[in-house]
């Protein structure tokens, strides 16, 4: 089993920041890739950025060139830097790792922009 300590989430105002970490405890010996989706109320959970071991990064085209994702390999934990927030980003952020072949996820956190 993996568990995972999501935190960084909250409210704030568009144009803001905020930092979201994740790390990942259990079996996590073979992490592959790490990444946050995110789910806003009525829609699908969608990819917002994923980094693998190698760090090669992927990232949704709506946060290209605002959000940044980075992972520290011996903590195995992963970040996600979110600059110039607007109300679209609005969501639940969801932890998620790729693990021999099984993605796992954590219980998400909230991100709320508004003014």
């Known amino acids: 089993q993996v568990q995972f300590v999501e935190s960084g989430g909250g409210s704030v105002q568009p144009g803001g920041s905020l930092r979201l970490s994740c790390t990942a405890s259990?079996?996590?010996?073979?992490?592959?890739?790490m990444g946050w989706y995110r789910q806003a109320p009525g829609t699908q959970r969608e990819l917002v950025a994923a980094?693998?071991?190698?760090?090669?990064?992927n990232y949704a085209d709506s946060v290209k060139g605002r959000f940044t994702i980075s992972r520290d390999n011996a903590k195995n934990t992963v970040y996600l830097q979110m600059n110039s927030l607007k109300p679209e980003d609005t969501a639940v952020y969801y932890c998620?790792?790729?693990?021999?072949?099984?993605?796992?996820w954590g219980k998400g956190t909230l991100v709320t922009v508004s003014s």
């Open positions: 259990g079996s996590v010996r073979s992490i592959y890739a």
């Open positions: 980094i693998t071991s190698g760090t090669n990064t």
């Open positions: 998620n790792a790729y693990i021999l072949g099984t993605y796992y």
